[in-house]
Structure formats: C-alpha cells, structure tokens
C-alpha cells in the first residue's frame, strides 16, 4: 500500500505562476517594464510542438509579451543563429529559448553559446553553466531549479541531507547536482558506470532520478522515509495502451518513500514555470531593477 505523500507539482507550480504573474504587474505598473520571451522552433516536431505552444500560452497568461519564431525544418544554421543574433539585439526580449532537438545540419551547441548568456533563460549556455558550477549568480536550467524547488517544500532545509543525483547530463544530472551542493546536501552523483546502484541509492535521503529508463528506480532501492523526485518521461505500452511513466517504478518506490512525484504531473509541470521565473530575473537584471519577490 502506498504511503509516500504525493509531491503535487501541478499545484506547485500553479502558484509560482500566480506569484510569477504578480511579479510581471508590479514590473509593468512601477517600471513600465513587460518581460518578454522569444521561443524559436525550428522544424516540425510534434513533441517539441506542443511544447512551444504550451510555453507561449503561459508566457501570455502571466502577462508577459511571448513570441513564437518558427523555421523551416531546412533552414541552415547560418539562419537560426542569424535569428537569435537578432533577439539578441531586440530590447523588448529578455528571455530566448531555442527549442532544442534541432534538425540535423545545425549545431545546437553553437546555436546555444550564440544566445546572449543574459538572455539564455534556459540556462544552457556555457557561461551560466559555468557560474553555477563556481557558485556565482546564473540563470540555472530550468528542470533542475523546479527538481530543487520541490525536494525544499518536501523536506524543508535540505542543509546536510545525502542526495543521490542518477544521471549526469548537462541540462538535468549535473545542474541538480550543483543545485543540491548550493543547499548543501552531500550529493553524490550515479550514472551508467555506477557499481551496486540500488546500494548506492539506498543511501539517500532525496533521490533525484533523471536517466530516460521506464521504472528503473524499483521500491526495494529506496531508504525508508525518502524524498523521491523523478525527472523521467517516457512513453510506453501497457495493456494495448499509451502510457506516460517515470525513470522510478511509482507502485513500488511510493511504498517506501516518505514523499514521491508522480508522473505526470510531478517534475514535469515545473520546467514551464520555472522558464517564466528566469524570465522575469532576466528582465528585471537587465533593466538594473531588483527581481520582485516571487
Ligand atoms: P540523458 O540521456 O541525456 O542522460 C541520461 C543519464 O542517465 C546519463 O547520464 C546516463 O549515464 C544515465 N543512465 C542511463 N542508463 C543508466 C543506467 N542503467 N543506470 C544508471 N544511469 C544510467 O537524459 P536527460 O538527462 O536529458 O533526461 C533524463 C530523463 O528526464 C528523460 O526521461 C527525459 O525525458 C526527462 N526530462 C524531463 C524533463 C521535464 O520534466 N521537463 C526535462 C528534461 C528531461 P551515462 O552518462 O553514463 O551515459
């Protein structure tokens, strides 16, 4: 019988767009200043599709100014980065995300590290990840920041709590992993080499599973009591059906934990909110005004 409390990331994230949508007001009505987002999607993907479109109408619900860029599934790089060379220089775009996979012949590292690093509010460009990994103030990826965002409403001070981070990926794995050390939980980080795994995450207090496999994390790896955050979304096939579930096995692992994500509607639900609330930072950092508490 499950006995873990369910992490709802839907609700959580749901207020921090209400507290992001006060911030956007006070931002317009004391210095006539409206956050804006440009997203540039490039190609027909659905997934990344929906995404986009489920970004704008946030950006737009918060009250905050949302543009959409789409590109031909051909255009060359020269092209995406002639695009984002021109955000970059548009004043009333604080915030630029390139929608990634891109199509083949474009280099997304290049494409990333061409955004204005004030202005990547995906956190991905080199300059920030590297502020984050020395410390420094940066704009932080947005996944990890909704992962960390959760663990502290779970478990309140995270300050000397072992954390164990599966995965080691630079848009999830390494930054919750610097994230958790900012807390100052001990963190170890497991990944594909990792010997005894399930022992290694049996010693955790919070787990952070981000690896792209469907259930891996089982039950009997989790410590009595823990904070479980799944980061996974992957698709299956189950009783004829079309299935969402997470890199933990949620029957089992909610029967020990002491509090657990669900997915969907756990982690998920965060990584949008958490763009919007990198957006109004980049805004308010970019206008030399103090980022409203949000
Ligand atoms: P990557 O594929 O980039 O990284 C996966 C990591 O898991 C790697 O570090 C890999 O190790 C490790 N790994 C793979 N297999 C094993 C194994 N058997 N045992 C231990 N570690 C293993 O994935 P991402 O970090 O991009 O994404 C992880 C998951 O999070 C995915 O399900 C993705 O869909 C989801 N995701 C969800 C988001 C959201 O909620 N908004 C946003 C981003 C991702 P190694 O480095 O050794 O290969």
């Not at 190609?43 to 949302?66: C, I, L, W």
């Not at 939980?185 to 399930?198: F, G, K, M, N």
């Not at 004829?240 to 933990?248: E, F, Q, R, S």
């Amino acid at each position: 019988m499950a006995t873990a409390a369910v992490i709802d990331g839907k609700a959580f994230a749901a207020g921090l767009r209400e507290r992001i949508a006060g911030a956007v007001a006070k931002l317009k009505s004391e210095h006539s200043l409206t956050p804006g987002l440009a997203v540039v999607l490039v190609g027909e993907d659905p997934a990344s599709q929906v995404y986009v479109r489920n970004k704008a109408k946030q950006t737009v619900e918060v009250g905050m100014h949302s543009e959409e860029h789409r590109m031909d599934a051909s255009s060359s790089e020269a092209d995406v980065l002639a695009m984002v060379d021109r955000l970059n220089n548009d004043p009333a775009i604080h915030g630029i995300l390139v929608q990634l996979p891109l199509p083949d012949q474009i280099d997304s590292e290049k494409v990333i590290n061409t955004i204005d690093p004030a202005k990547d509010v995906d956190g991905f460009h080199v300059i920030n990840a590297g502020k984050l990994a020395t410390g420094q103030d940066a704009l932080v990826a947005c996944t990890p920041v909704g992962c960390v965002m959760l663990a502290k409403d779970a478990l309140g001070d995270l300050s000397g709590v072992n954390a164990v981070v599966v995965g080691r990926s630079n848009i999830v794995g390494k930054p919750v992993a610097q994230l958790l050390l900012k807390e100052n939980c001990t963190v170890t980080i497991a990944h594909s080499r990792t010997r005894d795994l399930p022992g290694v995450v049996r010693g955790a207090d919070l787990v952070i599973a981000a690896v792209g496999r469907p259930e891996m994390v089982k039950g009997d790896w989790i410590k009595p009591g823990a904070c479980v955050i799944d980061v996974g979304i992957n698709r299956i096939e189950r009783d004829g059906k079309n299935k969402l579930v997470g890199d933990c096995d949620y029957a089992s692992c909610a029967e020990v934990a002491g509090s657990i994500t669900p997915v969907p509607g756990g982690v998920g639900p965060m990584t949008i909110a958490c763009l919007l609330h990198n957006t109004v930072r980049a805004a308010s950092a970019a206008n030399g005004i103090e980022t409203p508490q949000m």
